[in-house]
Structure formats: structure tokens, C-alpha cells
């Protein structure tokens, strides 16, 4: 099999590990609420909104207050609401290492204010051809135009990108449009998925 001309990534639980049950558990503790009642809270619509970039900062702010029921600055929402990711640095150097060698797409449901903690976190995000967070571009995964974006940023084919995302029904959706989709699962997995595609 041809090694694939384009490798396009996640970001969440890829490059970056995020802890949900951290984040409810710290959001909880300030607006006075245990964990579950905070994940339950913020779980629909506001999500959505927030990954479409239908809601920017601000907005994210008066949404999560306002279904917590708790009112907090933008100077200690804005690092709290960011306060359960760490940099995957075992996967980084794998990454780095594709650079220049294939074309370089990361794509992600992300919301504006985790986009802003998170890209000087990452100065490797500068070196990918293109980076499509949701919040900037209005479309979210599993949409079908999500990927094609993704596809024309690459500049090829479907059968020419591999596809890496934590969420199974990402990769299927992805798999559905003739990318070849994989389930990222840890870095020393990603060397041996690499090394399969001829990479």
C-alpha cells in the first residue's frame, strides 16, 4: 500500500490530554456542586454552539455561569475552564518527526477559549500545513464537510490521508468517506500505525 500523502490528527486525547472528570470536579468545587451535577449541566446543546464558534469567549463564560449557577470573572473562568489539558509530549516528537515528510492537518471540535490556552502551548501547531479548529471554521467532526475541508487544505484524495482521532465514530466517519481511519490510542500504538502506513 502507497504510504499516505497527507496525516491528519486530533487534537483532544492526540497531541493533548484532556480530563473531563478534572474539569467538572474543579468547576464544581467553585460553584458549589458535586462533579455529576456539573457534567450534567453542561452536557447538550451549549457544547455544540460553543464548538460551531457560535459562542466566543464571553460567551462561553455567561453560558457555563449561567447553567452552574455561579458567577465568575473572565480572569479566573478563562484558566479554570482550560485547567484539565497536559501536553502529550510522548506523541510530539512522533509527530515532529512527520514534518516535511507528509502534508500535516490537525482538525478539532474545540471551542475559542481552549484554542487560546492551547495553541502557545503547542509551537509544533506551527509547523502543520493546516490547522482547522471547529470554533474557526463553523463545522464540526463527524460532518462529512469537516473532513472535506481537511481534504482540500491537504490537497489530495481521500485514499491518500490517514486519519487519526480518539473517538471510534470519528474514525468510522471518517472511514465512511474513503480516509483511512485509525483509533489513536497511545504513542508507542500511533509509532507502530505509522511505521504500517509506510511511514
Known amino acids: 500500500m502507497t504510504p499516505p500523502r497527507a496525516v491528519i490528527l486530533d487534537l483532544g486525547n492526540v497531541l493533548v490530554f484532556h480530563d473531563n472528570a478534572l474539569l467538572f470536579l474543579r468547576l464544581g468545587a467553585r460553584a458549589g456542586l458535586p462533579p455529576q451535577e456539573v457534567a450534567q449541566r453542561l452536557t447538550g446543546a451549549g457544547w455544540t454552539a460553543a464548538n460551531r464558534g457560535l459562542l466566543d469567549a464571553e460567551g462561553i463564560r455567561r453560558e457555563?455561569?449561567?447553567?452552574?449557577g455561579v458567577e465568575l470573572p473572565m480572569a479566573e473562568f478563562a484558566p479554570l475552564w482550560s485547567s484539565h489539558f497536559t501536553v502529550?509530549?510522548?506523541?510530539?516528537?512522533?509527530?515532529?518527526?512527520?514534518?516535511?515528510?507528509?502534508?500535516?492537518?490537525?482538525?478539532?471540535?474545540?471551542?475559542?477559549?481552549?484554542?487560546?490556552?492551547?495553541?502557545?502551548?503547542?509551537?509544533?501547531l506551527q509547523r502543520f500545513d493546516a490547522v482547522l479548529m471547529s470554533c474557526e471554521v463553523g463545522h464540526v467532526k463527524p460532518e462529512p464537510a469537516f473532513f472535506q475541508l481537511a481534504l482540500e487544505r491537504a490537497g489530495c484524495a481521500p485514499h491518500e490521508a490517514a486519519f487519526f482521532d480518539d473517538?471510534?465514530?470519528?474514525?468510522?466517519?471518517?472511514?465512511?468517506?474513503?480516509l483511512r481511519g485509525h483509533l489513536f490510542t497511545d504513542a508507542p500504538a500511533f509509532d507502530a500505525q505509522l511505521t504500517a502506513l509506510g511511514l
Open 64 to 68: 457555563v455561569c449561567g447553567a452552574l
Open 88 to 124: 502529550h509530549e510522548a506523541v510530539l516528537p512522533r509527530v515532529e518527526g512527520l514534518v516535511g515528510r507528509v502534508t500535516l492537518v490537525l482538525l478539532s471540535n474545540t471551542n475559542a477559549l481552549h484554542v487560546a490556552y492551547l495553541r502557545p502551548r503547542l509551537p509544533l
Open 167 to 178: 473517538l471510534p465514530e470519528y474514525v468510522e466517519a471518517a472511514n465512511a468517506l474513503g
